[in-house]
């Protein structure tokens, strides 16, 4: 509050500078309004952090954090990652289809969802990297798991392996398939027997979230 109270006062001095024509003392006061903002910030910061704090729990906030989905978040935290060191990666979200048939392929895991988990997975020099990573609701279910291929005749010459892995997941069930392109760095989204691609971290994170959600059909 007193520092509430010391702001009023500068704005109340800078006013009246202003409208009683008292120019000296207007440009002194407004020069020295920024290092003085400045240094009692340096000087407050523990009560400020604890303010923030403090605000960000009241029940506005905990409402806003939790329409966030933290499987999503962490899933487009390792792409964004795999993607800026071109390391490849397929990620399969089971929705309504039972993938049961496809994680019997790969090596169960049961493991909470992370960034560093499955950017762990998919490093090159680890057992794990082939195949893909099937996340059934908050859990990664298995990984180097086995997926059907597309057998597209038009499929763009320029994806791999992962896309075609991706693309024949996504004609047979209606599960959400994430493709890191180990080439290009390229994220993409495969949904029904179509791709959404070349996605940058922002909008890659906004979409998966819309589809996860069933704004996507």
């Known amino acids: ?4 109270y010391f702001f ?3 704005l109340i001095l800078t006013y009246l500078c202003k409208a009683l024509n008292l120019f ?23 009560e400020l952090r604890r303010a923030v704090s403090d605000l960000t729990n ?25 993607s800026r060191r071109h390391i490849g990666a397929l990620i399969v979200f089971e929705r309504s289809t039972n993938l049961q048939g496809f994680i019997d392929t790969g090596i ?28 059934r ?37 209606d599960a959400i398939t994430v493709v890191v392109s180990e080439e290009t760095g390229a994220i993409s ?4 027997g179509r791709f959404t691609r070349e996605l940058e971290p922002p909008r890659f994170q906004h979409i998966l979230g819309k589809l996860m959600q069933g704004g996507g059909k």
Request: hydrophobic content about 50%.
């Open 1 to 4: 509050m007193q520092i509430i």
């Open 8 to 10: 009023a006062f500068l």
């Open 24 to 46: 000296t003392v207007y440009w002194f006061v407004t020069t020295a309004q920024l290092p003085i903002f400045v240094g009692l910030v340096i000087l407050y910061a523990p």
């Open 58 to 82: 009241r029940p506005f906030f905990r409402r806003v954090r939790k329409k966030e989905n933290p499987t999503i978040a962490e899933v487009a935290k390792a792409a964004q990652v795999l």
């Open 108 to 135: 169960p895991m049961d493991s909470q969802v992370s960034s560093e988990l499955l950017i762990s997975i998919f490093s090159p020099l680890t057992p794990l990297h082939d195949g893909a990573v099937i996340i």
């Open 137 to 173: 609701e908050t859990r990664v279910a298995a990984a180097a798991c086995l997926l059907p291929l597309s057998q597209r005749d038009e499929i763009d010459s320029s994806m791999g392996m992962r896309h075609r892995a991706a693309l024949g997941l996504a004609e047979e069930t």
């Open 189 to 192: 989204v495969a949904l029904n």
